[in-house]
Structures are given as C-alpha cells and as structure tokens.
C-alpha cells in the first residue's frame, strides 16, 4: 500500500489529468490534501480516477467514431497551437528577463 505521501503525489497528478474538473475544483482538493484524512484521500483518488478512465473512455469512443479523421485533425491543430502559445510566452518572459539584466548593468556603469 502506497504511503500518504505517495498518495498525494498520485492525487496531484490526477487533479491535472483531469479534464473534468475545473480549476477551482481541483485547488479546492488541493487545499484540502493537508488536512484530509487518509480514508477521504482514498475516495477522493478512487472518485477521480473513476471520472478520468470514464472521461478516456469517451474520448477514445468518440475517436472509434471519427471515420474521417476530422477529430484527430483538429486536436493536433490544437496541440499545435497550444505549443506555439506556450513557445511565444516562454520567448517573451526570457526576452523580458534579458532585458532586465541589461537595464541592472546599465545602472551599474
């Protein structure tokens, strides 16, 4: 049987796999992991993987379904667009800590 910490690794780490609780939900739970008791965090856990696998099961049915492969399609578009968000903003955000380390070093002269 898992330790409690292992347990809260594994609740974490289905909290952000889920794609049917929304934020709030998930730091709702996550708020709470300190304080629950060890029979809650097992039914929480069992109750969320239970609505992952339910959730897998819809996806994957629904891709069984997409003969044309329109579905497929327009996740990969997504998940392209989602990476060249996330590109953009790591760019950004380093292009932004560059600047600042310029601006320190300047003020040192």
Not at 41 to 58: F, H, P, Q, T
Request: proline share 3%; aromatic share 4%.
């Amino acid at each position: 049987m898992p330790d409690r910490k292992q347990k809260e690794e594994k609740l974490k780490l289905l909290i952000q796999k889920s794609i049917l609780l929304d934020d709030s939900d998930g730091e709702y739970w996550m708020s709470k992991l300190p304080s629950m008791p060890d029979e809650i965090l097992d039914k929480v856990i069992a109750a969320v993987e239970k609505r992952n696998a339910l959730a897998e099961s819809y996806i994957k049915q629904a891709l069984r379904d997409d003969k044309k492969g329109s579905t497929v399609e327009e996740m990969k578009e997504l998940v392209n667009t989602t990476r060249n968000t996330a590109v953009s903003i790591e760019e950004k955000y380093q292009k932004g800590k560059a600047e600042e380390e310029i601006l320190k070093q300047m003020d040192g002269i």
